[in-house]
Structures are given as structure tokens and as C-alpha cells.
């Protein structure tokens, strides 16, 4: 389902709960946010000096890349994948 056409490595859960979040996002929106979170989410791993990507990466990149318009729905999505975003909520 994933295509992870990147250097980095993935923690199995961050993978999974990246999984699971493309799923719940309406269709019209998944590519791009597959696009803009996986970029982000490898930028921040490389910011930490790793070669994996954990669930903070994973996490601060959709809160920093989902558009403001769609907050209520991707905070909704987290909760119910186990992403804890509180501690990056603006």
C-alpha cells in the first residue's frame, strides 16, 4: 500500500499508524497528504540524526502539513489511530 521511495526506514509502528491515517483521509485528499507527510516526516528524522522514522516524526509532520481548513479532522484521525498530537498541537 505504501511506496516508501526514500533512504530512511520506518518503525514499524510509526509505519502502521502512517497506514492507517492514509486510509481515513478522505480520497480526494490522500495523495497529497501521502506526498507532504512523508516528505516532512523524512526531513524530520534527518533533523534528529536518524535513519528511522518514529512516530514524533510522523506525528509533528501532520501537524505541521495538514492545512488548518482540515486540523478538526486529522486531530479526530490521530485519536483514533493512537497518534499523540497534543504535545505538537499549536
Same mark, same amino acid.
Given at each position: 500500500m505504501l511506496n516508501t521511495q526514500t533512504e530512511l526506514q520506518w518503525?514499524?509502528?510509526a509505519l502502521e499508524k502512517y497506514n492507517k491515517m492514509l486510509t481515513r483521509?478522505?480520497?480526494f485528499h !490522500?495523495?497529497?497528504a501521502r506526498q507532504?507527510?512523508?516528505k516532512k516526516a523524512g526531513i524530520?528524522?534527518?533533523a534528529r540524526g536518524s535513519a528511522h522514522i518514529n512516530e514524533s516524526d510522523l506525528t509533528q509532520a501532520f501537524v505541521s502539513e495538514?492545512?488548518?481548513a482540515f486540523y478538526s479532522l486529522?486531530? !479526530?484521525i490521530m485519536d483514533e489511530v493512537g497518534l499523540d498530537?497534543?504535545?505538537y498541537h499549536s
Open positions: 518503525e514499524p509502528t483521509i478522505p480520497v !490522500r495523495d497529497i507532504v507527510v512523508l524530520n528524522a534527518k495538514v492545512p488548518k486529522m486531530v !479526530r498530537y497534543k504535545k
